[in-house]
């Protein structure tokens, strides 16, 4: 099915129309809600597209698996760990995490954070 | 290969560094460019990112193909027909496009009107 989900302008956390936001509850994540935009609900087949926001101080886990991440910033400023590298990043900014490559995305601002990541479909993190 | 493309701010058309742009010759396409974010070059093994952009009165092709898109707009207001409908979608509007429908993107405002389009890997359109 296809179908558009209208961004809704918020002062706080951004959100889309018929999309749930979910805060993360997971031991080395902190600080962070995911809006799946376009996955299982949409029938999409291939890739799901979320948006992933991190408040001020939050951060994604530390983490290391084979699917590889396709990222562009919609908000904010953040920090993007690739390995060993950590990559400044901020709106508009496109990154490629490659499958099996150590990576964590971080908040160390008073703004939030939030940016699309796409993986592919069939993996769940 | 992990990498970042940093965004450039331009007062016209939007730019990523070490990212061509590439305006769309084609028959059927109009005032259309197209900058392949994460792709062949980064080693992209399963979907593709690109962002266009359309000047005001460009417009992509209107067409049908198996393969679906993912969309995100970033910058402007224009119109998306799927089917038979036509959908106004401004920045950060999440858009699934099935595989097999009919669809176009058009730009009826002066202002330039730009999102990012996912599609998968091993299909150039």
Known sequence: MSVVHHFIKKTNAYTWENVDSTPLVVEGIKGAVKN??????????????????LESGGHSLLERHPHEHEVIVLRGEGIVQIGQEKYTVTSYDAVFVEGDELHQFSNPHDEPFGFICIIPRLDPN
């Open 36 to 53: 799946i935009l376009i996955g299982d609900n949409e029938g999409a087949p291939h890739f799901i597209m979320r948006y992933f926001e």
